[in-house]
């Protein structure tokens, strides 16, 4: 499993981008392009490697044509730009999420105590119930599609509940 993981980190990382010129179709001038968020990312590179002809991801305010390289406002169709994927080291890859969807920063986090907060606040949650580890992270994934919901970042939380989902089938998978 190790080297599983080392052979991972060695594997370049698609990170995607849209051409943020104010005129995205013309030739004329340097050309801009912008980051997708991380997991904007992710969710293209998800639907470029399904097995399916037509490749289209919808993502919260555009529908990404991934046949024809172009992103598409889902609110003035007109509106289109170029898209683009780069290969980048994961070393390259590494800082921190730069665009999340969550609320305003609390006064204090969960790590400003080592996590005793943390554990409180799930004790606390936990108390009266009895769930199973199972049940706990199906709990946590529909709280983050709920705010995600609330937030209207309806693609980034369901991709985030899935993929939590999706590691805790593994870890049952493999045993642990």
Same mark, same amino acid.
């Given at each position: ?6 052979? =991972? ?6 990170? +995607?981008? +849209? ?13 801009? +392009? ?7 990312? =992710? ?5 470029? /490697? ?74 606390? +949650? ?7 580890? =199972?049940?706990?992270? /199906?709990? =946590? ?31 049952? /998978?493999?045993?642990?």
């Amino acid at each position: 499993m190790t080297s599983q993981a080392i052979k =991972a980190a060695d594997q370049p990382r698609a990170q +995607w981008y +849209w051409k943020s010129n104010s005129e995205p179709r013309s030739t004329n001038g340097k050309e801009e +392009w912008t980051k997708y968020s991380d997991i904007e990312s =992710a969710i293209m590179e998800e639907a470029l /490697n399904r097995k399916n002809a037509t490749k289209l991801v919808e993502l919260d305010n555009y529908s990404i044509n991934l046949n024809d390289s172009i992103q598409i406002s889902k609110s003035d169709p007109n509106k289109q730009r170029p898209i683009k994927r780069v290969l980048i080291s994961r070393n390259e890859s590494q800082g921190l999420r730069e665009e999340r969807f969550f609320l305003p920063p609390l006064s204090k986090t969960f790590s400003d105590d080592w996590g005793e907060s943390a554990y409180t606040f799930l004790s606390q +949650w936990k108390q009266g119930k009895e769930l199973s580890d =199972a049940e706990i992270v /199906n709990e =946590a994934a529909n709280g983050i599609i709920i705010e995600g919901n609330q937030l209207r970042q309806h693609c980034a939380s369901q991709y985030i509940a899935r993929q939590l989902t999706a590691e805790l089938e593994e870890l049952y /998978n493999i045993g642990l």
